[in-house]
Antibody, heavy 125, light 107 residues
């Protein structure tokens, strides 16, 4: 069965760095894009970043651009989120999610169909 | 960037009720919209994509409609397990965006 497992969360001081990992299993990993979505305590979902299946295209939310870097290792079925210059506003549960696609009349409709359980990042002094 | 606005932000309803949640996009997104359900402490669950296509395993009391800038999630005959927070997401362009959420509570 499809599984995504995040790790690497913890407490970090403002200005610090952290690397999150997302371990995937149960599907052909190198054919799927992977996204990171975060949720601050008591708040809504915020899309963070995405990486295409071959790793050649990446997209970032404005709030994390130039501070966060997404990467993947298709030989290990892993996606990574390197975070630097962290601020208290980055405190959140970080979820990784698989992007699925359904073609209808030749048009691809995307969605995030499988999610991990999340890993908590706390930025605090 | 495209913004999504959900209404209402809070919704109180009773078992067996029919409820609707609206999601408005700041610009047209055709029907590149998905709906998710989230319960406390859990990851979101995909309900609907392409604005109206039900994800496998999702009960048929959930339905979606709309195109362009206005979309609706409807839940018929509310069940106890439906009380949760619902989010829309646009998948037309990057950066992807979620609505702010609608919390559905038991009256």
């Amino acid at each position: 069965q499809v599984q995504l497992v995040e790790s690497g969360g913890g407490v970090v001081q403002p200005g610090g760095s952290l690397r999150l990992s997302c371990a995937a299993s149960g599907f052909t990993f190198n054919t799927y894009a992977i996204h990171w979505v975060r949720q601050a305590p008591g708040k809504g979902l915020e899309w963070v970043t995405a990486i295409w299946s071959d790793g050649n295209e990446k997209h970032y939310a404005e709030s994390v651009k130039d501070r966060f870097t997404i990467s993947r290792d298709n030989s290990k079925n892993m996606v990574y989120l390197q975070m630097k210059s962290l601020t208290v506003e980055d405190t959140a549960v970080y979820f990784c999610a698989r992007e699925g696609v359904d073609y209808q009349d030749g048009i691809g409709f995307y969605y995030e169909d499988y999610w991990g359980q999340g890993t908590l990042v706390i930025v605090s002094s | 960037d495209i913004q999504l606005t959900q209404s209402p932000s809070f919704l109180s309803a009773s078992l067996g009720d029919r409820v609707s949640i609206t999601c408005r996009a700041s610009q047209g997104i055709d029907n590149f919209l998905a709906w998710y359900q989230q319960k406390p402490g859990k990851a979101p669950r995909l309900l609907i994509y392409a604005a109206s296509t039900l994800q496998g395993g999702v009960p048929s009391r959930f339905s979606g409609s709309g195109s362009g800038t206005e979309f609706t999630l409807t839940i018929n005959s509310l069940q106890p397990e439906d009380f949760a927070t619902y989010y829309c997401q646009q998948l037309n362009t990057y950066p992807r965006a979620f609505g702010q959420g609608t919390k559905l509570e038991i009256k």
